[in-house]
């Protein structure tokens, strides 16, 4: 059984470049979310969705697009990235949102020069 | 702002001693406290949770103290393994209504090392 999967698990972009951030959960769960994780800042909220079709921003969302067309699915977009950006993004979804149980992906690595 | 404290940043025991970690957090409208491990490479993982109904959790060697009052609740890790070693997350949590419905708000993360 797959779980949180993200990919890809590694990137390196230069400064201005674009690029998504995949995540699928075969476990037909309502909510997903995608965090990042920096050293001594924990993990950070970017944005997060309720449902298919629906968004919300969480605590750090600028700078970051996301869309969740299909319930399984939930992409995460830099559209000109910065160093300020180089971080752990890991994704997560849970059947009953912030008050139970979040299942995450190993994460993807992203490096901005 | 950072609406969860967790301290201290590192951590490290010898085997067999016991780790704590705590946690204060600031809106009282929390009412669920997890606490999560996270093994290098790998996502975090849900260790252990408590809800402010009640003032300690146990499962196996891992207990949550909660004091509602003061805000704070904490992680105790009895004889400690080398394999407890991983980074531990508390983070909080309210169950329905408003806006923070359906997000986990985490702490800063404690590193624990665990010598043999």
């Known amino acids: 059984n797959a779980g949180v999967t993200q990919t890809p698990k590694f990137r390196v972009l230069k400064t201005g470049q674009s690029m998504t951030l995949l995540c699928a959960q075969d476990?037909?769960?309502?909510?997903m979310y995608w965090y990042r994780q920096d050293p001594g800042m924990g993990l950070r909220l970017i944005h997060y969705s309720v449902g298919e079709g629906t968004t919300a921003k969480g605590e750090v969302p600028d700078g970051y697009n996301v869309s969740r067309l299909k319930k399984q699915n939930f992409l995460l977009g830099l559209e000109s990235a910065a160093p300020s950006q180089t971080s752990v993004y890991f994704c997560a979804s849970s059947p009953y949102g912030g008050a139970g149980e979040l299942f995450f992906g190993e994460g993807s690595r992203l490096t901005v020069l | 702002q950072q609406q969860v404290k967790q301290s201290p940043q590192s951590l490290i025991v010898q085997k067999g001693g016991i780790s704590i970690i705590n946690c204060a957090y600031e809106n009282t409208a929390f009412d669920y406290f997890p606490w999560y491990q996270q093994f290098p490479g790998k996502g975090p993982a849900l260790l252990i949770a408590?809800?402010?109904?009640?003032s300690e959790k146990k499962e196996g060697r891992f207990t949550i103290s909660f004091n509602k009052s003061a805000k704070q609740f904490s992680l105790h890790i009895m004889d400690s393994q080398p394999g407890d070693s991983a980074t531990y997350f508390c983070?909080?949590?309210?169950?329905?209504?408003?806006?923070?419905?359906?997000?986990?708000?985490f702490g800063q993360g404690t590193i624990l090392t665990v010598h043999p």
């Open positions: 983070a909080a949590s309210r169950r329905a209504g408003g806006t923070s419905y359906g997000k986990l708000t």
């Open positions: 408590i809800r402010p109904d009640v």
């Open positions: 476990m037909n769960h309502e909510y």
